[in-house]
């Protein structure tokens, strides 16, 4: 399905694996549209890293949802199976697995040795992230085929645009008016909330295709 151009989309949900640059995306784009970005991680931990039921977290989303205007960021499956068909446009950051791990490994040890804050104001520890079976570096390892192929099928049909690559960012985020990263950085937007190219573009990543 192709976004309507000549409709800016103020209601947007970013997917994607870890360390794929969802959580900047998400803020810069908050900040254009004068919304705050809500994070799925912070609404489903609670200290101590005490998961929130999924019906709870689904909730929470509901008067967020209900807003003309919003920006969410996460890949839980309950709550896309309730709000996800409210987005404008869902932006899915398909960045390959070597660039998500090593980005993945790089944030875990900055946020374990310096004790910066994440997930609601937890903090990541050495031992939970590289020696546990809930590890977020073996979590990067193992979801991302499993996810990928979820969110192929899951996109079929919905207004988004998939973005697989920085040359690919680049490309989209001069095709709606953003400030294009720098080479090698994080996916980030600057500028106007996105109005997507018609599919049939070829300079456009929008697809509704399974791929």
Same mark, same amino acid.
């Given at each position: 399905?192709? %976004? /309507?151009?000549?409709?800016?989309?103020?209601?947007?949900?970013?997917?994607?694996?870890?360390?794929?640059?969802?959580?900047? +995306?998400?803020? *810069?784009?908050?900040?254009?549209?004068?919304?705050?970005?809500?994070? +799925?991680?912070?609404?489903?931990?609670?200290?101590?890293?005490?998961?929130?039921? +999924?019906? /709870?977290?689904?909730? &929470? +989303?509901? %008067?967020?949802?209900? *807003?003309?205007?919003?920006?969410?960021?996460?890949? #839980? /499956?309950?709550?896309?199976?309730? #709000?996800?068909?409210?987005?404008?446009?869902?932006?899915?950051? /398909?960045?390959?697995?070597?660039?998500?791990?090593? *980005?993945?490994?790089? @944030?875990?040890?900055?946020? !374990?040795?310096?004790?910066?804050?994440?997930?609601?104001?937890?903090?990541?520890?050495?031992?939970?992230?590289?020696?546990?079976?809930?590890?977020?570096?073996?979590? !990067?390892?193992?979801?991302?085929? @499993?996810?990928?192929?979820? #969110? !192929?099928?899951?996109?079929?049909?919905?207004?988004?645009? *998939?973005?697989?690559?920085?040359?690919?960012?680049? &490309?989209?985020?001069?095709?709606?008016?953003?400030?294009? %990263?720098?080479?090698?950085?994080?996916?980030?937007?600057?500028? !106007?909330?996105?109005? %997507?190219?018609?599919?049939?573009?070829?300079?456009?990543?929008?697809?509704?295709?399974?791929?």
């Amino acid at each position: 399905m192709t %976004p /309507d151009p000549t409709s800016p989309p103020r209601r947007l949900w970013i997917v994607g694996p870890s360390g794929s640059g969802k959580s900047t +995306l998400a803020r *810069r784009l908050a900040e254009r549209l004068g919304v705050e970005a809500t994070s +799925l991680d912070d609404l489903h931990w609670e200290p101590g890293w005490v998961e929130r039921p +999924l019906p /709870d977290l689904v909730e &929470r +989303l509901r %008067p967020i949802t209900a *807003r003309a205007s919003w920006v969410i960021e996460g890949n #839980y /499956d309950g709550t896309h199976a309730s #709000y996800l068909h409210l987005a404008d446009l869902v932006v899915w950051l /398909d960045v390959p697995i070597s660039t998500t791990v090593s *980005r993945v490994l790089v @944030r875990t040890l900055r946020r !374990a040795l310096r004790g910066t804050p994440c997930c609601n104001g937890n903090r990541e520890s050495l031992g939970r992230a590289f020696l546990r079976r809930d590890s977020i570096v073996l979590w !990067a390892i193992t979801s991302h085929r @499993r996810n990928r192929r979820r #969110y !192929a099928k899951r996109l079929r049909g919905r207004p988004h645009v *998939r973005l697989r690559t920085e040359a690919e960012l680049r &490309r989209w985020s001069r095709s709606v008016g953003l400030a294009a %990263p720098d080479a090698g950085a994080r996916p980030s937007a600057t500028a !106007a909330a996105p109005g %997507p190219r018609p599919a049939d573009d070829p300079r456009s990543a929008v697809t509704s295709r399974r791929s």
